[in-house]
């Protein structure tokens, strides 16, 4: 439901980015630039969908492939200014939805279902591997 209701949200904006692309974007501007390979493994999905998702971002012009200068070999995904540009629209977005999800819930509830999330990520993650 949060990824229908983000991916809806940005549409009605005017901003041409899934949800997912979104969460892509948000692990580049954080992190900086990364390999495909990592920008994956940072978003838990398969090869073949970071490749339609980095596809489909870079044909948008969010995303800018470069060489990394430590490896020739090596190809880097970066956000680009049109992404910074936008970032900031993005995130108050999220943040509505988000504080929406959370309405009638206190401090301590908040906290809880933090921690729950978190430790139920790492389970699947441990899962995974």
Known sequence: ??????????????IDM???QWGAIIILLNEGAMSQGHLGERLHLEKSSVSRLTNGLEKRGWIERTKDSKDSRQRLVEPTPKALETAE?????????????QLG??????IASRSLLTKIIKNLEGASK
């Open 1 to 14: 439901m949060l990824n229908n209701t983000l991916a809806a949200r940005l549409k009605a904006s005017g």
């Open 18 to 20: 899934t949800s997912e």
């Open 89 to 101: 629209q993005c995130a108050i977005i999220a943040r509505s939805i988000h504080e929406e999800a």
């Open 105 to 110: 819930m206190n401090e301590s509830e908040m």
